[in-house]
């Protein structure tokens, strides 16, 4: 079936460093992607989204690129910072009820 | 948070008993949602709702109903609540009523099924 996953379960970064987070989607007919962070002990935070008629598109301190013609996601955190270690999911809206299907997620951790 | 709350909390219960979770919004969206979450799978959807007594079902649906009798109160049961149903799960409201809306979640309830 259709599914949405990530290349990288783990990511270690060092503190001020830039993060690349990607993910890749199956899904040709999906038109809305979102990115979302999960930190210990709480529920998905909103970060930045994305539609399929935009390939960039830039929030404070992130961007999420989209590349339709190899159905791949990326999520770019500038300088990161201890405070921008979580897990981060990306996922994809391609029905209707706005439902969303989730990857698996990727561990970012920021280093001192 | 968007006005989400979840209760309860954190619950223990045995095989074989009911379970309802609580999802409570204080915004008026239309939209509600049940995910699970369990490591290696992400979130997965179980229900979800476009509005009062309106409900349909996700991709792990088996073993849980919704009930929706009011916008603000989104109601998940367990009938007879098993080992494999232990995890967290997790409310979101949309706050879109077009496509692409955004979700966001509420706190999480951490179920342990004995």
Not at chain 1, 29 to 52: L, N, T, V
Request: hydrophobic share 30%; glycine share 10%; with cysteine.
């Amino acid at each position: 079936g259709e599914s949405v996953g990530l290349h990288l379960p783990t990511l270690s970064v060092q503190e001020g460093d830039n993060s690349i987070i990607n993910c890749a989607y199956s899904n040709s007919a999906s038109d809305y992607f979102i990115w979302y962070k999960q930190e210990s002990g709480k529920g998905p935070q909103f970060i930045i989204d994305i539609r399929s008629n935009m390939d960039k598109r830039q929030g404070q301190r992130v961007t999420v690129l989209l590349n339709k013609t190899v159905k791949h996601l990326s999520l770019q955190i500038a300088a990161t910072q201890p405070g921008d270690s979580a897990v981060y999911f990306c996922a994809e809206n391609s029905g209707g009820g706005n439902k969303l299907t989730f990857g698996t997620g990727t561990q970012l951790k920021v280093e001192l | 948070d968007a006005g989400i709350t979840q209760s309860p909390r954190h619950k223990v219960t045995e095989t074989g008993t009911p379970v309802t979770l609580r999802c409570h919004q204080t915004e008026n969206h239309r939209y509600m949602y049940w995910y699970r979450q369990d490591p290696g799978h992400g979130l997965r959807l179980i229900h979800y709702s476009y509005g009062v007594k309106d409900t349909d079902k996700g991709e792990v649906s088996d073993g849980y109903s919704v009930s929706r009798s009011k916008t603000e109160d989104f109601l998940l049961t367990l009938e007879s609540a098993t080992s494999s149903q232990t995890s967290v799960y997790f409310c979101a409201i949309s706050v879109s009523s077009g496509r692409g809306g955004e979700q966001f979640f509420g706190p999480g309830t951490r179920l342990t099924v004995l």
